[in-house]
């Protein structure tokens, strides 16, 4: 089992920065990729970066020169550090973790991000 906790969200003017946090507890040396999904209203839930090992990182197009993916194994942690943000950034961030089974098991509980323009 693997447990995910994300952080960071909040209220940002169009252009600023976050930096968003997942924790993973529970069986963490099993993880084989980490991601970052977000959903945004009415809309589907879309990749946003991955991160594997080592230091393998894969960004979607909208995502590409502006948000850093990163990691911190001593603190079973994740950072999303997203710069030059838009209103349509706006969505709820989640992590999750694929144990290497091409499928995303574990996902956190979310956090917003909103961006006013």
């Known amino acids: 089992q693997v447990h995910l906790v994300e952080s960071g969200g909040g209220l940002v003017e169009s252009g600023g920065s976050l930096r968003l946090s997942c924790v993973a507890s529970?069986?963490?040396?099993?993880?084989?990729?980490m991601g970052w999904y977000r959903q945004a209203p009415g809309k589907q839930r879309e990749l946003v970066a991955v991160?594997?090992?080592?230091?393998?990182?894969n960004y979607a197009d909208s995502a590409k020169g502006r948000f850093t993916v990163s990691r911190d194994r001593a603190k079973n942690t994740v950072y999303l550090q997203m710069n030059s943000l838009k209103p349509e950034d706006m969505a709820v961030y989640y992590c999750?973790?694929?144990?290497?089974?091409?499928?995303?098991?574990?996902w956190g509980q979310g956090t917003q991000v909103t961006v006013s323009s």
């Open positions: 529970g069986s963490t040396s099993i993880i084989h990729l």
């Open positions: 999750a973790a694929d144990l290497g089974s091409a499928s995303w098991t574990y």
């Open positions: 991160m594997g090992s080592p230091g393998m990182t």
